[in-house]
Structures are given as C-alpha cells and as structure tokens.
C-alpha cells in the first residue's frame, strides 16, 4: 500500500443533511484509492466515547472536542479521518482546526428545512417544531452555518455522487488526494 498523508474533513450541517451519507461514499472512494480512513460519525461517537453526555452546549463542546482530539490524532498519522457531527458552533469548529497538525477541510452538507422535515423518518423535525423536543438543533438549539467552509455541498439538489465528485475534486485540486484516472 503506498503511504498517503493524512488530513481531516469535517463535515458539519444539520440532522439529516447527508453527512454520514457521505461520510461513508468518501470513506469507500478513498479507501479504493489506497488511503487509510476513518469515519467518525457523531452519532457512533455519542454512544462509545461520550455516552452520557445530554444536548447542553457544554456537553456538545466535549462531544466535539473528543472527535476533534481522535480526528487530529488520525490525520497526523496518515490517516484519512471523515468527521460527521453536527458540530453547531463555529467557534469550537475554529478551535479543532487550529490544533490540526494535518490539513483540516471543512465540509458544510447544505440541505433546506423543508427537505429535512421531508427526509426525518423519526419525525424530530415535526415534534421539535410543536415544542416536544428540546435542544433540536437548528430549530430549538442554534446552528452557526460556516462561514467560509472550503467545501458547500447541497445535499437538497445534488444526488450523493454530485455531491462526492465537488469533493473529490475540491481534494485533487488541492493535492490532497491523486485525480482519478480515466477509463478509456
């Protein structure tokens, strides 16, 4: 296996933007291309490392930290670290890139609230907006949208592979990763 350098891309966006969907299509293309990755979906890591943690901020900031700590820890050693956490807070996503060793890549997964509500299977959006669910984040919590993350995908009106294939090409235009070679 050739070695690659590591990097971090961290997707942020709200509950049911795609983020771990992408997550897991870049894990698979970059894995095929020889890279060492790591997923590290908010949702996995609330349950293994932050369990017992509740929606307060001060407790989404430790969540944040912890992925930020094992994300950076990856990246600087050649690994490929996919994080897909909410992460609402702009100021604390700053703080984890800043103690990035490796390239850090910010991937805002961009969806409009109608389609999120169209998408919530469980039904969080609905009940959060009738007031049964506190802390929902982008609704009864705040979401502080990047202000100039490297990357927006728009996960309401790119099919997955659209949204792929802007950040395939935002890493190869970067030279973080090599360009697909062409089929003839």
């Known amino acids: 296996m050739t070695h690659h350098a590591g990097f ?3 997707f942020t966006g709200l509950s049911g933007s795609g983020k771990s969907t992408l997550a897991a299509a870049l ?13 590290l979906d908010g949702d996995e890591v609330r349950q293994n490392l932050s369990k017992g943690l509740t929606f307060s901020r001060e407790d989404r900031d430790i969540n944040i930290r912890r992925i930020g700590f094992v994300s950076r820890l990856l990246s600087r050693n050649g690994v490929v670290a996919i994080a897909a956490a909410i992460s609402p807070y702009r100021d604390l996503r700053e703080e984890v890139r800043r103690q990035h060793e490796a390239p850090f890549v910010e991937i805002l997964a961009d969806c409009s609230l109608d389609e999120l509500i169209r998408r919530d299977v469980k039904g969080l959006y609905a009940r959060a907006l009738r007031g049964e669910v506190e802390h929902m984040t982008g609704v009864s919590d705040p979401y502080e949208r990047p202000e100039h993350p490297e990357i927006a995908v728009h996960t309401d009106r790119e099919s997955v592979g659209q949204s792929l294939a802007t950040i395939l090409g935002w890493l190869a235009d970067h030279d973080l990763i090599a360009r697909a070679e062409k089929s003839q």
Do not use: S
């Open 8 to 10: 971090t891309l961290w």
């Open 27 to 39: 894990r698979d293309e970059l894995r095929a291309r020889g890279h060492r990755v790591e997923v």
